[in-house]
């Protein structure tokens, strides 16, 4: 079937605004996260589902960051109040379970600038 | 804090050679998997190979095999016979008790003609 995928693929925002982002699962994935790469350095943790519930958003930077994912399936990112600090690639990826043993599919992600 | 090491910012290769890209990480779980991740330009992670850490013999999937020294905290990819495909940006990653992965700061391979 499809893979993971993420729209926009690019987006443009002003400083102080709001984005979404979104991730499409691989279907029958009951395990969802989102990393976020900045220039030149690996992707960062920020927040996996389990089905529905956040099961660890320890790496979320603050509150102006927030995910939701309603049906289990499809997730949204948002974003309170950008700041330049905040441009990056965000990926998303997804795996059959939390298992160890379960790789995670990744997406091409959204390239995030703000200006 | 547990950190995955990638020294070497950059390599090249020639076309039909070998290369091997090297990492380490520190972890004070017992039982962990660790990968090699490649990124090309159109920014998709995908995974190259996996490795448990409670298996000796070490991880290869066609081109692509793994040295991994779990005493010595190392574990690092060769590929061979270099494809100009094989130009990427290549991630070493580690995963443990918790679901996500660790990643390394990333290599970037060139493959010369």
């Known amino acids: 079937g499809a893979g993971v995928s993420q729209t926009p693929s690019n987006k443009v925002t002003e400083k102080g605004k709001y984005v979404e982002l979104r991730c499409d699962p691989i279907?029958?994935?009951?395990?969802l996260y989102w990393y976020r790469q900045s220039l030149g350095q690996g992707p960062e943790f920020l927040i996996y589902?389990?089905?529905?519930?956040?099961?660890?958003d320890s790496g979320l930077p603050n509150d102006r960051f927030f995910a939701v994912r309603p049906e289990g399936s499809v997730s949204t990112l948002k974003i309170q109040r950008t700041e330049r600090g905040d441009s990056a690639v965000y990926l998303c990826?997804?795996?059959?379970?939390?298992?160890?043993?379960?790789?995670?599919?990744f997406g091409p992600g959204t390239r995030l600038t703000v200006l | 804090a547990q950190t995955v090491t990638q020294s070497q910012p950059e390599m090249s290769v020639q076309e039909a050679e070998t290369v091997t890209l090297s990492c380490t990480y520190d972890?004070?779980?017992?039982?962990?998997?660790l990968f090699w991740y490649k990124q090309p330009p159109s920014r998709q992670m995908i995974l190259v190979i996996r490795?448990?850490?409670?298996?000796?013999q070490n991880a290869t999937e066609n081109r692509f095999s793994v040295n991994f020294q779990k005493a010595a905290k190392s574990f690092s990819l060769k590929i061979s016979d270099s494809q100009l495909g094989d130009a990427a940006m290549y991630f070493c990653?580690?995963?443990?008790?918790?679901?996500?992965?660790?990643f390394g700061k990333g290599m970037k391979l060139t493959v010369n003609p």
């Open positions: 990826a997804s795996s059959l379970g939390t298992g160890v043993t379960d790789t995670q599919y």
């Open positions: 279907s029958g994935h009951t395990a």
């Open positions: 589902f389990q089905g529905t519930g956040a099961a660890d």
């Open positions: 972890t004070s779980e017992s039982d962990y998997y």
């Open positions: 490795q448990e850490a409670y298996k000796q």
């Open positions: 990653a580690r995963q443990g008790g918790s679901e996500k992965l660790v």
